[in-house]
């Protein structure tokens, strides 16, 4: 097959729009691929996905999305959203800073740079079709997934709430029967997990299945006596104890009764887990020389904790050691949640009904300034609650999809937050709550109106009212409240250009309210309500399969108008207090995404994007700067797989590389800007797996084989603090293996 005809519905669509940009790459793409691709009987697995609220083939979806199926989730070990981080175009994840249980999550530089329990985030997760309300709470180990689905860009139709920057659903697997298995894991750092699963039937169309799963890991940083020690890179830590920073110990399980008559199937889920960390080590990575004069301190070593040196060795320079009071670092969290869902075919279509109510109680105590001296920390206390109901009806006609529902959701969240500073010195005590009542009808219909053409077009209408409370325990307090609504559309135009190649225009329209800053740096300010945020999205795509099925190839050029986007404008000295701002940004990228049968053994996946992410709004923040970067927001991202089986056992190498990126929102002039930028790096995984018997699986894995020390995000206090910056990185170097056996 031509190159030029596999490209050619891409010149004649996307010709003086991006072509400048796709010609240098999409060209190369095919051309080396085609070179090893010979006709033979073997075809890439056909991957159905559930994005649209029905069943169809991921390349006839004409939607940005990346599915990743069963066996690959299972081959990578992936239990939770982070570990989807770099897998997908446009794709940002990381753990929140501070935080081993919240997730901050960017796809097409939509972002929540807060975790705050009171913040919406800007990108949807879904377990099972129950949103996920939260950031915080949203890192738990889900096992047994049977796919997971990726969406980019606005889904105001189907998913609606706070969907600007996309979704990412998590779909796991229905009781079948099928017994029991196991897993155990082993690796470097004291990792120890074990998963069990019972999977069994209770008579004609009924199923139940158990899931139950122990995580423990100790630090990546061991905390030492010591008062004269430096160290360069990540302390090994071979010990288990609670008393290293990054420890992970946590419980969970999960139950689902299935029922599955002939129009009706019920299905009922409850999970829970309990985990108790030590938040992820900060690192001081800059303060201004001599800056601990200001504290009687002179030029005197800072003692106790990880290191120490004296603290000009940290002036103007990144990673000269370790550095936390670990005696004021803890984390407790639990996540659960209960759902039903109940599905009838109908004379109309399929109605399904789901009610979910997912809870989390979270607690943190965190040294704040990195430091082995209590200059910055602070507690949190949280409670989140939230009831959801969704009602949908599905069908088809002869040349027509449709789908029609009601959503709605109550949540209530509260934390309470002492903070101190200074040794000690000052102490505030800040509550902050929020309350949420949202609702919505949605309806999309599919018509094929012509041969080879299918037209989309759906609406959704919200609703919502929210409530913020902030006092200063002692000296003041207030409350504000805000409802806001809107319409958003969809509209997708397809055409089947082939046999093997769709394109398709999709503009579509988001949506998140506003809301009441409980974490801004007075009271007073808890009265505004700060603006909805609205997004405009256009995307030009292309979907094919070529050489006999032995290629897959999705091209996506996307150009985002956001109005009044959503800051969390860290202005203060104090930690937790942050200002609202509301920014415009137009934010335009290219998304490839490849994989290639390369012959009846060898698999190779090419994942490319670039992002063009400019704040437009000429907003003045607090302190007198002007906001003008999106976090989060690298320039190219690449992702690429190789996998070739050797018979007896398989091989696989993953390599991620992402450009230079901000990851909080100051502006250039901000001397902070600089201290939080994040350098370009790469990672690459070694994944070894063998079926050495019947029901018998053993793998071999190393995470981070470079052992690149990486920065992931970074926080900035303001002058009154030295300019005090604290650097959070991903983890070292990891090795271990996976047993799983099935009986």
């Known amino acids: 097959m031509s190159i030029f005809v596999i490209i050619s519905p891409l010149f004649h669509l996307f010709w003086g729009i991006f072509m400048n940009k796709l010609k240098n790459i999409i060209f190369l793409i095919p051309l080396v691929f085609a070179f090893n691709a010979t006709a033979q009987s073997s075809m890439l697995e056909e991957v159905v996905v559930t994005a649209q609220k029905k069943e169809e083939s991921l390349q006839d979806a004409p939607i940005a999305i990346t599915a990743l199926t069963a066996s690959t989730i299972e081959d990578l070990d992936i239990a939770n959203v982070v570990d989807l981080a770099g897998m997908a175009p446009n794709v940002h994840i990381i753990n929140t800073p501070s935080n081993n249980t919240a997730a901050t999550i960017a796809i097409r530089g939509g972002s929540t740079t807060n975790p705050a329990i009171t913040w919406e985030p800007t990108v949807g997760m879904y377990l099972d079709g129950v949103y996920l309300g939260k950031g915080q709470g949203s890192i738990f180990d889900v096992v047994d997934l049977e796919r ?59 199923f139940a299945k158990l899931v139950v799963n122990k995580k423990q890991r100790a630090g990546y940083v061991r905390v030492y006596d010591s008062p004269y020690q430096a160290f360069d890179g990540v302390v090994p830590n071979t010990v288990s104890a609670n008393d290293n920073l990054d420890a992970i110990d946590s419980t969970g399980y999960k139950f689902t009764y299935l029922y599955e008559g002939d129009k009706t199937s019920v299905t009922f889920t409850t999970d829970k887990t309990d985990q108790k960390n030590v938040p992820p080590f900060a690192q001081l990575t800059y303060t201004i020389p001599n800056w601990s004069a200001a504290f009687g301190l002179g030029a005197s070593p800072l003692t106790g904790g990880l290191k120490v040196a004296p603290i000009e060795l940290f002036a103007n320079s990144e990673r000269q050691s370790m550095s936390h009071n670990d005696t004021l670092t803890s984390e407790l969290s639990m996540v659960k949640g209960t759902s039903l869902t109940v599905t009838r075919d109908t004379g109309l279509g399929t109605l399904k009904a789901i009610w979910s109510k997912r809870e989390t109680e979270w607690f943190d105590r965190l040294d704040l300034d990195g430091s082995p001296f209590n200059i910055a920390e602070t507690a949190r206390d949280t409670d989140y609650e939230a ?15 449709y789908v029609i529902g009601y959503y709605m959701l109550e949540d209530d969240a509260y934390t309470s937050n002492p903070q101190s500073y200074f040794l000690g010195g000052s102490t505030i005590v800040q509550n902050y709550s929020g309350t949420s009542e949202a609702e919505a009808v949605f309806g999309q219909i599919t018509w094929a109106f012509a041969e080879k053409w299918d037209l989309t077009i759906g609406a959704r209408k919200t609703e919502e009212d929210k409530t913020g409370f902030k006092e200063y325990v002692g000296i003041f307090g207030q409350s504000g409240a805000g409802s806001f609504d809107d319409t958003t559309s969809t509209f997708i135009l397809e055409h089947d250009y082939s046999e093997n190649t769709n394109v398709y225009l999709k503009v579509a329209e988001g949506f998140k309210a506003g809301g009441i800053n409980a974490e801004a740096p007075t009271p007073f300010e808890s009265l505004k309500p700060y603006s909805p945020e609205t997004i405009e999205s256009t995307e030009l795509g292309l979907k094919g399969r070529y050489f006999d099925n032995r290629m897959m190839l999705n091209v996506a050029y996307f150009d985002n108008e956001h109005e009044d986007m959503q800051i969390s404008y860290f202005t203060a000295d104090a930690a937790a207090a942050s200002q609202v701002l509301n920014n415009s940004a137009d934010i335009s990228g290219l998304e490839i995404e490849s994989m290639t049968l390369l012959n009846d053994s060898t698999v190779l996946t090419l994942n490319f994007s670039t992002l063009d992410a400019e704040a437009t709004g000429n907003v003045v923040a607090q302190d007198g700067f002007l906001v003008n970067n999106i976090p989060y927001s690298p320039e190219k991202t690449l992702y690429a797989s190789l996998e070739k089986d050797f018979g007896s056992y398989r091989v696989r190498l993953d390599h991620t590389r992402v450009d230079e990126h901000a990851s909080f929102p100051y502006n250039s002039q901000d001397f902070r800007t600089e201290l939080t930028y994040i350098d370009t790096n790469s990672k690459t995984d070694l994944l070894v797996l063998t079926e050495p018997m019947e029901n018998l699986q053993l793998n071999f894995w190393v995470r981070n084989l470079n052992n690149n020390y990486h920065k992931s995000s970074a926080i900035s206090f303001g002058p009154g603090f030295g300019y005090l910056t604290v650097g959070y990185f991903d983890a070292p170097r990891t090795f271990g293996m996976d047993l799983h056996y099935s009986f």
């Open 387 to 401: 009831d959801t109901f969704e009602l949908q009806l599905s069908g088809s006609t002869e040349n027509m999809d």
């Open 148 to 206: 997971v689905e990726i969406l980019r860009g606005p889904q105001g139709t189907l998913y609606g709430r706070n969907t600007l920057g996309g979704a990412i659903n998590l779909i796991s697997k229905k009781p079948s029967g099928e017994g029991m298995s196991s897993k155990l894991t082993l690796g470097n750092y004291g990792l120890r997990q074990a998963q069990f699963i019972t999977d069994f039937g209770l008579g004609e169309n009924r």
